[in-house]
Structures are given as C-alpha cells and as structure tokens.
C-alpha cells in the first residue's frame, strides 16, 4: 500500500480556559476518560452544528463531568472555537466536534480532548479541515494546540474522523508512541505522532477505498497487555485492480489495519465498529455496524444489521460470527426500510459479571424517533434472547417519543459514578427539532434499568434552546 513521508510542525497556543468545574491539585490519579482527575470517568458530547455567536454550524463540544450520582449537566465545561485558549476562530460551517476522541496523550493522568473541525477553512483552503487538542490540567481545560494537516492539497475535511493509539508498523516513523489517526475525504488515513513535537516525519496510509467517499470512521483496537494497537477503518467501494472503484459510495467496506499488510483483514461491511470483551475470555472482539445491510429482503433493505467476530482483535480472524438483526429471535421489532439498525454500537459491562454488553442503536425506528437495544454477553455469545429496547416510551425514561428524534444516533457505555456497572449514556440529535438531547440509563445487576434515568436538553448545558445544533451528534470517553 501507499506510505508518505509527512512533515509535521505544531504550533503552541496557550492561555486561560476557566472551566465550571476544576479539580484541586491532589486530586486522585485519573481514571481512563477523567479530564478533571477527580477519579470519575467524564462525558463529552457534541453539537457539531451549534450556533456560536450568529454562525450558524460552528460548532460546540460540552464535557460533563462524572460524579458519585453520575454525569451532572450542572458540572461542565463548554468549549468552542470562541474560547479562551482554543485556537481559531468559531466560523459559519466549521462543524467544530464533528469527531471527538478522548485520551491523555501526555500521560500526566488527566485525559485530553482531540477535535476534528472538518469544515474549517484553513489558509483559504474552503472545508479543509483542522483537528485541535485541548489539553486537561489541574486548573481545567486551559490550553489548546493545533494538529496541522501536512497534505492540505491532497483531501479537504481533515479531522472527519479520529482515532488514538500505537500503531506499529502503519506509522514506522512513529513506532513505539501514540499517535492520532485522522481521516478526510480521501482514501488515505494520516498518522500525527499524539506529543504534536516536530519530527521529521510521520506517514499516511492509503486504503482501496472509493476516494470521493473519504473515510467513514476510524476505531482504535486497544489489544490487552500490548503496547501495539490495530486500527479499523471504514471507508465505501473498493479499487476493483484496474477499472476502477466498485460501487458508487453507497457501499460500506471495512478493514483491519495491520501492520503485516495495512489491510490485512476484511472485516464486515459497516459504517461504525466497538470493541470489548463479550464473552470474557481476555481476547477482544470486534463488532461492525451497518445501518445500511442490502443483504436482507428488498423491503427492509435498509433495516441494518450488526457483525459480531469473537476474540478478531488481533488478526481479525474470528472464533465465531454471530449476527444480530431486528428480525433475530429476542430483539424487538422487525426488520424495516430505514430503521438503520446499528448506525450506532456500543461496549461496556453493564451487569458487572465480568462480561461485557452490546448496544445498538436504531435512530430511524418507528419514523425515526429511535431506539436502542442492549444485548447481554454472555462465556460464549450475546444472548439475543432475553434482548431488551429502549425508547423514550419506555418506562421510566424521560420524555415520549416524537419523529425524527433519532434516539440512539449516538452511543456510549461507561461507569460514571464508580459503583462498578457501567451506564448507558444516548444521544438523540433530533429531539426538540433538531437541537438534540442526552439521557442517561444507569447499569445494574439485571443490566440497563430506567431507575434515576435523566435527561439533559440544550438548555442544561449552556448552549441554548434555539436552533439544530443537534447536541448528542458525537457521544464519548475514554
């Protein structure tokens, strides 16, 4: 495959962001995902398309942060490209947060926030894309560096897509150390060493995917007890050798990226992946979404469906396969046209026996209102039949459910508040017209339970009421 030798300068630009909520300088040691260093892991969640100061799309990113009851929409930070110490410039069409990552790149025990801006017009380049990093202290989120794009003549939309990791061997110049992958509309994925030093080189690797299409989505493969990450990446059509690009773009492909051969494993066609521990036998397995799956009847075309490959992490070749659909036995509904079930997938020990559990989002069921099924793991695969779905109907959670809500367009399952069950944190882009909303679903012995479920609207957490900023677009942790 293609390699490039990318040269890479980073600019400090450093001064006061006061956050709403800061931690006292003998805070614990960090947790994964604990930007404040408070022992809590924290929320962060985007609105790509806010208004910020009459611009309409500039985007915003909110961090909530975790608590003993948790995330609090009271404990916040709220960052655009307005604030102190976030380099740029909030500007129309920026779609600041369109990608979010949550990582502690420098290793001082509070995470950091990676943001792709890939609408943001760079050096008169319209839409080519930034992608900044706000870094955690003990005194907040204060300083902010930009990742430059070394090839902003090759692609436009840089920072579409992010992910974090050691990716020996798709990075030679860069082996051994974090770096951030960042993908763009074109076919390559560019690999920034994640200290943002000078260097005198890092790399890009290309992918037989349909250029005009770009890169879907990246997802970083964590393997156990390793200090060498895999790298999934999603893209549409494939190079068919020499005529040409299979497709019009309207077909996901994924892939495995491996040192031994950059696409080492085709994986199932899909938009998003996860990857946990279902079966809890150490080896981590890789789950592929596709809202999009052709390979049911005509009529539900587009129902979607989602590929499960046990222990895959490592080479991709799976110990078994299992596929889950709304037509599976013990999964409610059935499969429809434009359900785009697995648009959204998520991982995380909800029940605390030691295995980990799948969620699937389905924002276009029932009219697009949404809904999200949370499948349990079990010591050989996700036990689809005892599958519980999740709407705002359900009883319990707050709201009801309207069109065009899109509950579950984004995902995240994480212990906020320490008490050993991860929680199911939904993001609904859609509610209230499109200037979305968050809920929160707490985990427990019999896994996802509506008990002290909440909601956060626009307003709760600072950015107003008016306009489709579509907060919940982008969900994450650490």
């Known amino acids: 495959m293609r390699k490039r030798t990318l040269l890479m300068s980073a600019t400090l630009l450093a001064s006061g962001l006061t956050p709403l909520v800061a931690a006292s300088a003998g805070a614990a040691a960090g947790a994964p995902g604990d930007l404040n260093r408070d022992g809590y892991r924290d929320v962060v969640v985007s609105a790509p398309d806010a208004k910020v100061a009459g611009h309409a799309k500039a985007g915003a990113v909110v961090v909530m942060y975790g608590t003993s009851h948790g995330i609090d929409p009271s404990k916040r930070t709220l960052l655009t490209q307005n604030s102190t110490g976030v380099p740029g410039t909030a500007e129309a069409g920026d779609r600041f947060g369109a990608a979010v990552v949550v990582y502690d790149l420098n290793r001082d025990g509070y995470s950091d926030l990676v943001v792709g801006a890939p ?9 080519g894309g930034s992608v900044t990093v706000v870094y955690g202290t003990a005194s907040g989120l204060t300083k902010g560096k930009t990742v ?20 020996n061997g798709l990075n030679p110049v860069n082996d051994g150390k974090l770096s951030i992958a960042v993908g763009a509309n074109d076919a390559e994925v560019t690999f920034m060493p994640a200290d943002l030093s000078a260097q005198s080189g890092t790399s890009g690797n290309g992918f037989a995917f349909n250029p005009a299409y770009g890169i879907v989505a990246l997802t970083a493969v964590d393997l156990p007890d390793t200090d060498d990450d895999r790298l999934i990446v999603h893209g549409r059509g494939d ?20 040192p031994a051969g950059f696409q080492d494993a085709t994986l199932p066609a899909g938009t998003v992946s996860a990857v946990g521990d279902l079966n809890g036998n150490g080896a981590p397995d890789l789950v592929i979404g596709n809202p999009e799956d052709p390979s049911q009847s005509p009529d539900t075309s ?50 605390k026996d030691g295995r980990a559990d799948l969620v699937i ?24 039949a005892h599958a519980r779905t999740w709407t705002q109907n359900s009883s319990g959670v707050p709201g009801s459910s309207e069109t065009g809500d899109a509950f579950g367009a984004a995902l995240r399952v994480l212990d906020t508040n320490k008490d050993g069950y991860a929680d199911l944190v939904v993001g609904a882009p859609g509610e209230n017209g499109g200037a979305g909303a968050l809920w929160s679903l707490r985990g427990s012995a019999a896994s996802v339970t509506a008990a002290a479920a909440t909601s956060v609207s626009t307003g709760g957490v600072g950015l107003g009421s008016a306009g489709a900023g579509h907060f919940g677009s982008v969900v994450t942790s650490r």
């Not at 902003?152 to 992010?162: M, Q, V």
């Not at 190079?239 to 491996?258: K, Q, S």
């Not at 469906?305 to 013990?330: E, H, K």
């Open 302 to 351: 587009l129902g979607g469906r989602v590929t499960v490959y046990y222990d895959a992490g490592y080479s991709g070749s799976p110990s078994r396969i299992q596929t889950i659909t709304q037509d599976t036995p013990g999964v409610a509904g059935s499969g429809e046209a434009e359900d785009r079930f697995g648009a959204s997938v998520a991982i995380g020990d909800t029940d």
């Open 119 to 127: 609408g943001e017009d760079v050096a008169g380049d319209d839409g």
């Open 239 to 258: 190079w068919d050798g020499g005529w040409g690009y299979d497709g019009t773009g309207d077909d996901p492909r994924t892939h495995l990226a491996d």
């Open 361 to 384: 989002g389905a924002p276009g069921e029932n009219g697009g209102s949404g809904a999200v099924t949370v499948v349990r793991g079990t010591s050989t695969e996700l036990d689809t």
């Open 148 to 167: 430059d794009d070394p090839w902003p003549n090759s692609h436009d939309a840089y920072g579409r897509t992010l992910a974090v990791g050691v990716y």
